[in-house]
């Protein structure tokens, strides 16, 4: 009973705790000029419909900067996206 209990234990440890997998990228801004709009956006990437309302919520932006933070068991996913597009006045 005891070494059951331990193994058990000891799978969920091994699964439970596996290393974070970070992942960014960052793209060139489009212009250097200080007229550009930005907004970052967090939120799981598990999730058809959150994914699909950032997407048409930012159509038309550029992405200039995504950064995802993951286990190697994928139980949490997290992600930011960084959107930019010029100024309208």
Same mark, same amino acid.
């Given at each position: 009973?005891?070494?059951?209990?331990? =193994?058990?234990?000891? =799978?969920? !440890?091994?699964?439970?705790?596996?290393?974070?997998?970070?992942?960014?990228?960052?793209?060139?801004? #489009?212009?250097? #000029?200080? #007229?550009m709009?930005?907004?970052?956006?967090? =939120?799981? /990437?598990?999730?058809?419909?959150?994914?699909?309302?950032? /997407?048409?919520?930012?159509?038309?932006?550029?992405v200039?900067?995504?950064?995802?933070? /993951? /286990?190697?068991?994928?139980?949490?996913?997290?992600?930011?996206?960084? !959107?930019?597009?010029?100024? #309208?006045?």
């Amino acid at each position: 009973m005891k070494i059951g209990i331990i =193994l058990f234990l000891s =799978l969920v !440890f091994l699964n439970g705790c596996a290393p974070a997998n970070i992942s960014s990228n960052l793209r060139h801004p #489009s212009d250097s #000029s200080t #007229s550009m709009q930005t907004r970052c956006v967090p =939120l799981t /990437t598990g999730n058809k419909k959150v994914m699909s309302d950032v /997407t048409e919520e930012f159509d038309g932006w550029k992405v200039v900067y995504t950064s995802e933070y /993951t /286990t190697g068991n994928k139980a949490t996913t997290a992600m930011v996206m960084c !959107f930019e597009r010029p100024y #309208s006045k």
